[in-house]
């Protein structure tokens, strides 16, 4: 295979970096991983602070609402990220071959399209289903806070999606460090916010759940500057298009949608089926409330230490799977993926002792203080510190079968898992009338073993060795 020699447009640009598909395996791997879960955790960070303030200055029915709030949205907007998806799995595969016309090509696109899809359908359609989609999922009393931080969500979280799809696109071209800065950053503005906001420093009003939702959507606002004054100053591999236009390339469009695709629908299954468990855990008699924010901030926030982990390992393994397909390598990327995998099952297994050992300190760190939620939330997290081992494994495979462009057998376990496995258990002792707390929690743990099973026999399988990754002629 020939590899694109740079062109004069590109030679004063950051250049490729060789380590990702040549030398050590394990250096490989821990050089995108170790970036790219700490920008996860940093992100969290922000989450945990926003639950500990809201949870001490408003009430543990706000901490519901955020969660709620933030299942629903991602339930919606998951499927945009099809696109961003796509684009991540192209460019890994062209950044292992050097082509930067295809790189440029495929991410100036994607953000096009991105930012048509936010103004022209999300805005609009997320404020006026928000009510709808709440009463669905929760109570009167976490409808208060939740409906207008919702609301916020789909009006003004522009800044927060095009600062994913930026990460993306330095990660998968073999620069993580980048998002790591832009995290960090990120993150300090968006406390700084959503402290003076929530509580109501100096001049500015108290606004507690809806300063948390201000703080989320304008904190990613220096970043996005910042990287867009990266790309336009050829600092960074990404390089400004040569010509402007705000027209479609529908070429690039289809291969970004035929790869990620599949990917949306992955995550909307996963998040569709996290928030009709939400319907479930409120219709818990007696306990719905309080089963709620057990719920939301075990899962949301505790469990997130591995959840976090596990999506910067999966976009790790799909980083290094993909360049080096690209590069010839394909065995080496597969190798790269298990080393994944190990790293994060040392990581879950760390963090189930803490769920297992210590659950009562650690929700009354984040400002927990109802008995009734911390009973709730002990029982939950003796559940997780099991089914950690199986999310973070499971997601650095599935970031192994994406990065080589296998994104519809992923999609598929996800149905299985997720509505058939998970919703299925819950609907079978809702109908008779045994449904309680016990019951979704192990429903959850069954639902990740079996997703597990599945993607590891798919990798295994090695079908996706021969799918194909090249972007549609024009």
Not at 293 to 320: D, E, H
Request: charged share 10%.
């Amino acid at each position: 295979m020939r590899v694109p020699q740079p062109s004069d447009y590109y030679s004063c640009m950051k250049q490729f970096d060789d380590d990702i598909i040549s030398g050590s395996i394990l250096k490989s791997v821990w050089k995108i991983t170790w970036p790219v879960v700490i920008t996860q955790l940093v992100a969290g960070v922000h989450g945990f602070l926003d639950h500990m303030m809201v949870g001490r200055y408003v009430g543990y029915e706000a901490q519901a609402a955020i969660g709620v709030s933030w299942q629903l949205f991602l339930v919606i907007l998951v499927f945009l990220s099809s696109f961003f998806h796509g684009m991540n799995i192209l460019m890994a595969r062209y950044s292992g071959r050097r082509d930067h016309d295809a790189i440029n090509r495929v991410f100036f696109e994607v953000l096009k399209i991105s930012v048509y899809l936010l103004l022209l359908f999300v805005a609009p359609v997320g404020y006026f289903a928000a009510p709808y989609l709440l009463q669905w999922v929760t109570t009167d009393e976490v409808m208060v806070y939740a409906l207008p931080y919702l609301r916020l969500l789909f009006t003004g979280a522009y800044p927060l999606f095009i600062m994913f799809l930026l990460n993306g696109a330095f990660q998968s071209t073999g620069y993580p460090k980048i998002p790591l800065y832009f995290g960090i950053g990120t993150t300090i503005f968006k406390i700084i916010v959503s402290f003076i906001l929530i509580t109501g420093v100096g001049p500015f009003p108290e606004m507690g759940v809806l300063g948390a939702g201000i703080g989320t959507c304008i904190g990613p606002l220096p970043s996005v500057f910042i990287a867009f004054y990266l790309i336009l100053n050829h600092k960074v591999i990404i390089a400004p298009p040569k010509s402007l236009s705000f027209k479609m390339d529908w070429a690039v469009i289809r291969s970004v949608a035929r790869i990620g695709i599949p990917s949306g629908i992955q995550a909307v299954l996963l998040n569709l089926g996290g928030a009709v468990l939400l319907g479930y855990i409120a219709s818990l008699e007696g306990l719905a409330t309080e089963a709620l924010a057990a719920y939301t901030v075990c899962y949301g926030q505790l469990f997130s230490l591995v959840t976090w982990t596990g999506f910067g390992l999966r976009a790790a393994c799909a980083t290094v799977m993909g360049q080096n397909i690209g590069a010839g390598k394909l065995e080496r990327g597969k190798k790269g993926v298990y080393v994944g995998a190990m790293v994060g099952f040392i990581w879950a297994a760390l963090l189930g002792i803490l769920y297992w050992a210590i659950p009562g300190h650690l929700l009354r760190f984040i400002s927990v203080t109802d008995e009734t939620v911390i009973e709730i939330g002990t029982e939950l997290l003796h559940f997780l510190s099991f089914s950690g081992l199986f999310v973070v494994v499971t997601l650095a495979f599935t970031g192994g079968l994406q990065g080589a462009g296998d994104t519809k057998r992923p999609m598929v376990i996800a149905f299985i898992t997720q509505i058939i496995v998970l919703l299925g258990i819950c609907a079978f002792f809702q109908q008779r009338g045994e449904l309680t707390t016990t019951v979704i929690w192990s429903s959850i743990l069954v639902a990740h073993l079996s997703r597990l099973t599945l993607t590891y026999a798919m990798f295994v399988q090695g079908k996706w060795k021969h799918i194909k990754v090249e972007l549609d002629h024009t």
